[in-house]
């Protein structure tokens, strides 16, 4: 068995044994979605500090969170729309918070660059979820791109417990970007086979 997937199941069987203990004490999906909302924003005040490594280590507890509530509803029967709703909101939140406390770091220090840099990583990270969300409106599913929340999480994570945030937040900024440009692209191509195939039904009919 190699490391890699020896980490892998070992995170798993804990992952597993939080979900069960999470069910059995009925705490309610939503209450886990919005305690990792809490969660980011404490690490956030710690990004506004400069309190770098700390937060890093804040948003890995988030992510547990993030990565229970879910299951938590499918373990006990509470999967909802407006959950999944509540979810995505509470995450665009949760990044926003996130990006905010590390502009409030740079703003205190007149780094007016890397304020600037932020605020594009902030913007970019949005665009992402906003791109899939409108083009599955038209399209049923826009799940290309690299730079999921996920993803960007992880770039966080690295940049703040290795102090090499700037070359995290370029890295997010750019494939970010590059990722909502993916999807606007993809989301033109299936609207024009779509429109064509509904313009031969019309001119069929």
């Given amino acids: 068995m190699t490391v890699t997937r020896l980490i892998g199941r070992t995170s798993g069987k804990i992952i597993n044994l939080i979900v069960g203990a999470l069910a059995l004490s009925r705490i309610h ?3 886990l979605t919005f305690l990792g909302l809490v969660i980011n924003t404490w690490a956030a005040f710690l990004f506004a500090a400069g309190r770098f ?3 890093g280590l804040v948003v890995i507890l988030a992510g ?3 990565m229970v ?3 938590v509803a499918r373990e006990t029967n509470r999967v909802t729309r407006f959950g999944g709703f509540f979810d995505s909101v509470v ?3 949760s990044d926003v918070s996130l990006f905010f406390g590390l502009l409030v770091f740079y703003a205190r220090g007149n780094r007016f660059f890397y304020v600037v840099l932020t605020a ?3 913007t970019g990270a949005v665009m992402v979820s906003y791109a899939r969300a409108r083009a599955e409106s038209l399209i049923g599913s826009c799940r290309v791109g690299f730079l999921e929340r996920p ?3 992880v770039l966080l994570i690295i940049g703040a417990l290795f102090n090499r945030m700037a070359p995290a937040l370029w890295v997010i900024a750019v494939l ?3 990722t909502v440009i993916h999807r606007i692209l993809y989301t033109w191509r299936q609207t024009q086979i779509l429109d064509a195939a509904q313009a031969s039904v019309t001119r069929a009919a």
């Fill in 91 to 93: 995450d665009r939140y």
């Fill in 53 to 55: 490594r700390a937060a």
């Fill in 69 to 71: 509530d879910g299951r």
């Fill in 29 to 31: 999906p939503n209450v």
């Fill in 64 to 66: 547990v969170f993030d």
């Fill in 120 to 122: 594009l990583v902030m």
């Fill in 151 to 153: 993803e960007r999480l």
């Fill in 176 to 178: 970010s970007n590059i």
